[in-house]
């Protein structure tokens, strides 16, 4: 067996990260089996190289090798391209044509972004890990093939299971043995070699001197994120070669070819959102209003008890949970006074004439109620289906959530035959 040193030589492979190290030892290791492997990593950390190595150490290793970028190809014709296809299966299928899995008898599939493929394409590859048989479009026949499948991509595979874009047992078939690429940033002793390499290529390749980084501008290679990994290490090194008269570079030259260096500008972070958010302004909007709605309801009803009865104490005490609910426990402050003088007791009497004083320009006033717009009716109504949604019909959750009691919520739900 070859050493991992001899293989990284044969196969161009750069670095000496101890991740790095241990990925390959790993592709040496699974390459004798027929083991399927999953190659995952981020775009540009090259991913492309570890299913080389395992082909070319199997026993495989004089059978085709074929790589297939599954992000590449169009929904509609995928299947044909890996499966193949009958004549006159679909428009413009004039011959049979013979797919990947079929051509690729006896050798290696690697297919590159395969979480990039449609479910019903998924389905069809599940089938040719499980027992090796496929279908080609258009056939009923079935038929067999005996290949090797490495796969590889750069998403989140448990998201993508979560979201329900990959197949969960695909998943586990695909990778029985998961070999993992660390990204650029993760391996910065390996950052400066890797440009060193690049920059004697392309002086060769464009006949001149080869470029040199001083030292201010390795250290600033080595702090840069390289979100393109080795890919965007390689077009800068490139740029630089290729732009430059002076060959010997500082950091003040380089940072003019890394983007985003500097740049204050926040991460985006990711964060699950909870499921009792509103996720639009102008539902919050509505909320807001819903909540003012139900406080303002909650001051007429103690204000209402207030001019039923002469005993302030009384009505403290039988409304304790209205008074805490609009006001809060505050213990320094009494929010409800301990009496009601008989001024107090004045301003909020209502009139018993129930014709409105012509002369008094707030009259209108005590037709808010009634002038109610319908739309906020309409929102108030989708606000609780939504929460009573979210809860699974708890009406107690769904209150709390909604910032009123559950009986006011059982009183709605009544109000709107929910």
Not at 28 to 35: K, Y
Not at 282 to 300: H, T
Request: net charge negative; with cysteine.
């Amino acid at each position: 067996m070859e050493s991992i040193q001899a293989i990284k030589q044969r196969f161009g492979i750069l670095g000496n990260d101890e991740k790095l190290n241990r990925a390959v030892e790993k592709s040496i290791q699974v390459a004798p089996t027929d083991i399927s492997v999953l190659v995952t990593g981020e775009s540009g950390v090259g991913k492309e190289s570890i299913p080389k190595i395992i082909h070319a150490l199997s026993h495989r290793k004089h059978g085709k090798y074929i790589a297939v970028n599954c992000g590449a190809i169009p929904e509609g014709t995928i299947d044909s391209e890996l499966f193949g296809h009958e004549k006159g299966a679909f428009t413009g299928a004039t011959q049979s044509r013979n797919g990947y899995f079929e051509v690729a008898d006896g050798g290696t599939i690697f297919l590159d972004e395969v979480g990039e493929l449609p479910l019903t394409t998924q389905v069809r590859l599940l089938r040719i890990l499980e027992n090796g048989e496929f279908i080609k479009v258009g056939s009923s026949k079935v038929q067999k093939t005996d290949v090797r499948i490495v796969a590889a991509t750069n998403l989140n595979m448990t998201e993508a299971i979560k979201k329900e874009k990959f197949r969960e047992d695909l998943y586990y078939r695909l990778s029985t043995v998961e070999i993992h690429l660390p990204p650029l940033r993760e391996r910065k002793e390996d950052i400066h070699l890797l440009f060193r390499k690049f920059a004697a290529d392309f002086a060769m390749k464009y006949k001149m001197p080869t470029v040199r980084l001083e030292d201010d501008a390795v250290a600033l290679l080595q702090k840069y994120r390289w979100n393109g990994n080795v890919r965007q290490l390689r077009n800068v090194a490139e740029q630089i070669s290729v732009l430059e008269q002076e060959r010997s570079i500082n950091a003040e030259k380089l940072r003019e070819y890394l983007p985003g260096i500097g740049s204050n500008l926040p991460a985006v972070i990711e964060e699950k959102k909870r499921e009792s958010d509103f996720s639009n302004e102008r539902e919050i909007l509505y909320k807001v209003l819903f909540d003012m709605k139900n406080d303002l309801n909650d001051l007429k009803k103690l204000t209402l008890e207030l001019m039923k009865h002469d005993n302030s104490e009384k009505v403290k005490e039988e409304n304790e949970g209205l008074i805490e609910k609009i006001y809060g426990n505050n213990d320094e402050e009494e929010v409800v006074p301990e009496e009601i003088t008989d001024e107090q007791l004045e301003v909020l009497q209502i009139p018993q004439n129930n014709t409105p004083d012509k002369q008094d320009k707030y009259y209108f006033a005590e037709e808010i109620e009634e002038e109610e717009t319908l739309s906020l009716q309409d929102k108030e109504l989708e606000l609780i289906k939504k929460s009573l949604e979210r809860h699974n019909g708890k009406r107690k959750a769904a209150a709390e959530e909604l910032g009123i009691s559950e009986r006011t919520l059982y009183r709605k739900i009544k109000q709107y035959d929910l």
